[in-house]
């Protein structure tokens, strides 16, 4: 059989400071040994609960009055002796007080709850009935009356003694964590643990810090593992962090089920063995952690060894340890990581323990017991015996003791038992204030005191604000919790079998910064597999930046699988959800893992396409130049006068200007230039052309004008050239104009269509008009094609006519050309397509009009008279 015990610790009043108080008895008339080394003559008891000072493995007659060789027997947690000497040591300080509690002396009772939820029952009643006369809800006794209960740490024995005690509205204090659901119990019922949910809070702050997303959860069977898994763990849920799997720790009743239990251990060790979470958080009680180590060892019997893993315990958590399992192997808790709550050392505590002898310190019934476990000794009375090595000295030393037995710094547990009996003491401080400040003598006090009504304290109790001894501030918040943080401890194993923990952070919800969780992970030793470095715990690897997350059908959102990035988006942190597309002006690199500055194209002079474009358009610029130069020296000649040398001279004028107006797409875009890029160019070819048109025309005319009787010869002399050129000139003068006015080609920046560049361009504005500029030049170039080819068997002497076909044909190519091979280029390439168009087209126009009249103007000059005219009319 395995029982827990639980010590209960109560707040009684007494008649006057003289009166003689006995020892108090435990339940079931089982007196266990009382500390009563402070228990002197007072006006008050200070008590509470104290949980699992002992458990024994055998059942025990609780009828007989056991000797103290009763208890070899039991199995001590000689670790929690210590919650007794801070209980002891905060009543010897208020003792010593002369401003808190003058003319007030304290002591202290302890009774026995065995951590079974009868034995708690029976000890809360016990505290409501008279003393020494067990009669549920009957209370004669005027001397004892209860004015609070200090509890903990389990959250069972919290629950059961709460169900009691509030029905009769008695304050209580837990130094333990215990989830109050009933608003009437919350009332009486106040915390020295900090709100529970800061603490959970905290242990998310610590997955998120090393970014833990893949985690193992054992919890204990409590009311607080119930909080943890169905109401904090879907908040983790929703901060990214997944349990891979949620087991249950057995708890212990009876020694007939330790075999089964041990399966069940085996079963829990697979589990944890078999998850790839690195990161296992343990939700337990004081007691739990001694569940673990057997845990461990059981799994040994069943094959299982376990690899290294990050441990991190709740504060609930301590380490209290039986002395039968002090030697069993702690390697497992190596680089675990726990939380505590927030301590402090109070100054002469060290001290005071140190000072305890248990030859001296006859009125500690527990010290012996205590002594004998810890240094695994005995006391005899013989003096034979001295000499024996298994003889208890009283010279030993706490301090010399390893950590698996006694560890002299102190913990949480006691820390805030301290401080309940700080608050205690400050509540009576309270409420004998203010009856002074009514001015009432102190004898009417003490009397008056015997009345008071332990609802009547409550408000004390909340309202209770001091500075402890380690200069700390103490209150309560408005639900009854300590106002408080956690520490976080690393814990560090070594070979022989003792552990060190040290703090590595902690949690303050009540900084003033915004920054209330704080962890120095340079400080932190990893478990020896991790080799030092910050372990992972994930599903799956990372994705890499470049990758994206998918998720996996059928597995928990923290496991996916890793998508590269698509063309044109990026990722530049791990485990992205999606792929981004780049900042305006920058490109993904080839690994999509960054975005880099795209080039600035545009075809510049320094291009050497750029270059080749320009020196080409000026020297046929000079081309057209020189011959328009010739035509002008030769004008008297016949072969210039015989075609029009106005025209001629216009036209040459013209493919000068287009020429050069390709110059303007070349370069840096700019507002000017891009307004006057296309509108320049469609008016000055719609000149050339309709020169050419006229020119056409007016060759027919003359040669169906010299037929007899023919109506033609009146459009002779009238001008018809000019007339051709000005209004079929003007309707693309019309165009542009409205073009300009609507929506002109402004500069513009194309950055997405190359990958890599920023395309600098004119926008032609309106499509639609560009397009009806461009048509409207291939309308004129196909009439005069038209004309041209219909004419193109004239008599020599007029034969003009055969090379405009030739110079409309090419031009006419050029532009159909264009379109498909305009709409199919990009960036300076689109642009020197229509330059090349421009030029060629032009050159044509040049080339076939008027090359062969400076052929025979300068290299056949004999065939430049009226005679050879003549004669190639004949023909």
């Known amino acids: 059989m395995v029982i827990l015990v639980a010590l209960i610790i109560v707040i009684v009043t007494l008649p006057h400071a003289s009166s003689k108080v006995s020892i108090a008895k435990c339940l079931i008339n089982d007196p266990l040994p009382i500390l009563h080394k402070y228990y002197q003559p007072g006006d008050f008891i200070i008590a509470g609960i104290f949980s699992q000072i002992y458990i024994f493995l055998s059942s025990i007659n609780f009828q007989k009055q056991p000797s103290e060789e009763s208890f070899d027997g039991y199995v001590i947690f000689t670790q929690n002796y210590q919650h007794i000497l801070a209980l002891v040591f905060a009543l010897k300080e208020i003792s010593e007080n002369t401003q808190l509690l003058p003319n007030v002396s304290l002591g202290f ?186 845990m461990f060892v059981f799994a040994q019997f069943y094959g299982v060894s376990f690899d290294s893993r990050v441990w991190i315990m709740t504060a609930q958590m301590d380490f209290a340890s039986p002395s039968f399992i002090r030697d069993w192997d702690l390697y497992f808790l190596h680089g675990a990581l726990s939380f505590a709550v927030h301590t402090n050392y109070p100054r002469g505590f060290q001290k005071f323990q140190n000072e305890i002898n248990p030859l001296s310190e006859n009125r500690d019934g527990f010290i012996r017991i205590f002594w004998k476990d810890a240094f695994n000794c005995h006391f005899s009375n013989s003096t034979l015996e001295e000499r024996d090595e298994g003889i208890c000295t009283g010279e030993e030393k706490l301090e010399t003791l390893p950590g698996t037995v006694f560890d002299t710094n102190m913990s949480g547990h006691s820390y805030s038992i301290y401080n309940a009996v700080y608050i205690m003491a400050h509540a009576l401080h309270a409420i004998i204030s203010l009856k002074s400040k009514q001015r009432i003598k102190i004898k009417e006090i003490r009397q008056k005191g015997l009345h008071e009504q332990p609802w009547q304290f409550h408000k004390f109790f909340r309202n209770t604000f001091f500075k402890n001894s380690v200069g700390e501030n103490i209150s309560f918040d408005d639900n009854g919790h300590i106002n408080s943080g956690f520490d976080i401890f690393n814990w560090v194993t070594y070979t022989n079998n003792t552990f060190t923990k040290v703090k590595v952070g902690w949690v303050d919800p009540s900084s003033f910064s915004s920054k209330t969780f704080n962890m120095q992970e340079d400080s932190i030793i990893w478990p020896t597999r991790f080799k030092q470095e910050i372990p992972l715990s994930v599903c799956n690897d990372n994705c890499k930046p470049g990758y994206s997350r998918a998720k996996i059908e059928g597995k928990p959102y923290c496991c996916y699988k890793c998508l590269p990035c698509p063309e044109g988006r990026i990722t530049n942190n791990k485990d992205m959800d999606d792929c981004l597309p780049c900042p305006e002006g920058q490109y993904p690199n080839n690994n999509h893992d960054s975005c880099l500055l795209k080039k600035i194209v545009f075809l510049s002079y320094e291009d050497p396409l750029g270059t080749s474009l320009a020196i080409t358009a000026i020297a046929f610029a000079c081309i057209a130049t020189m011959v328009l130069g010739i035509f002008i020296k030769y004008q008297d000649t016949p072969i210039v006068k015989a075609n029009n040398r106005s025209i001629t001279y216009l036209l040459l004028v013209s493919l000068v200007l287009s020429f050069l107006c390709s110059l303007l797409f070349i370069g840096q875009p700019e507002k000017m230039t891009c307004l006057f890029q296309q509108p320049a160019f469609g008016t000055v070819f719609s000149v050339a052309i309709s020169c050419i048109l006229a020119k056409t025309i007016i060759v027919v005319i003359v040669f169906m004008a010299s037929v007899p009787g023919s109506m033609m010869k009146r459009w002779l002399g009238k001008q018809l050239d000019n007339y051709i050129v000005v209004s079929c000139s003007l309707v693309q003068v019309i165009a542009c104009t409205v073009w300009l006015t609507t929506s002109p080609p402004y500069p513009d920046a194309d950055m997405n269509l190359v990958v890599d560049e920023i395309i600098l361009g004119c926008n032609v504005g309106s499509t639609l008009m560009f397009y009806c500029v461009l048509i409207y030049l291939l309308f004129l170039a196909i009439v005069g094609f038209s004309v041209a080819f219909l004419s193109r068997n004239l008599p020599n002497s007029f034969n003009e006519t055969k090379f405009i076909f030739f110079s409309l044909l090419c031009f006419c190519s050029v532009w159909l050309l264009f379109f498909p091979t305009y709409l199919s280029t990009k960036g300076k390439y689109m642009v020197a397509v229509e330059i090349f168009s421009i030029l060629s087209s032009s050159a044509g126009l040049l080339g076939c009009v008027c090359f062969p009249k400076c052929f025979i103007i300068l290299l056949r000059p004999h065939l430049n008279n009226k005679r050879e005219l003549l004669k190639g009319k004949k023909h």
Not at 180 to 196: A, E, G, L
Request: charged share 15%; net charge neutral; hydrophobic share 40%.
């Open 109 to 294: 009772h302890i009774l026995n709850s065995h951590f079974f939820p009868k034995w708690t029952y029976l000890a809360s009643m016990e505290l409501l009935s008279t003393k020494d006369k067990f009669i549920p809800n009957y209370k004669c006794d005027i001397h004892n009356n209860i004015v609070g209960v200090i509890g903990g740490p389990n959250s069972q024995v919290c629950l059961y003694m709460t169900n009691i005690l509030s029905t009769y509205k008695i304050p209580q204090i837990s130094y333990g964590s215990f989830v109050v659901i009933n608003d009437k119990t919350k009332d009486f019922f106040h915390q020295t643990f900090p709100n529970v949910t800061h603490h959970y809070m905290g242990i998310l702050e610590l997955l998120l810090h090393f970014k833990w997303s893949w985690i193992g959860v054992i919890a204990s069977n409590s009311d607080n593992a119930d909080l943890f898994v169905h109401h904090i763990l879907p908040i983790y849920s929703q901060k990214g962090i997944c349990v891979d799997f949620l087991d249950k720790l057995p708890e212990i009743s009876f020694s007939s089920q330790i075999a089964e239990k041990a399966i069940k251990w085996s079963e829990t060790s697979h589990i944890v063995t078999g998850s790839t979470a690195n990161t296992v958080i343990i939700q337990g009680e004081i007691h739990t952690i001694n569940i673990l180590r057997s």
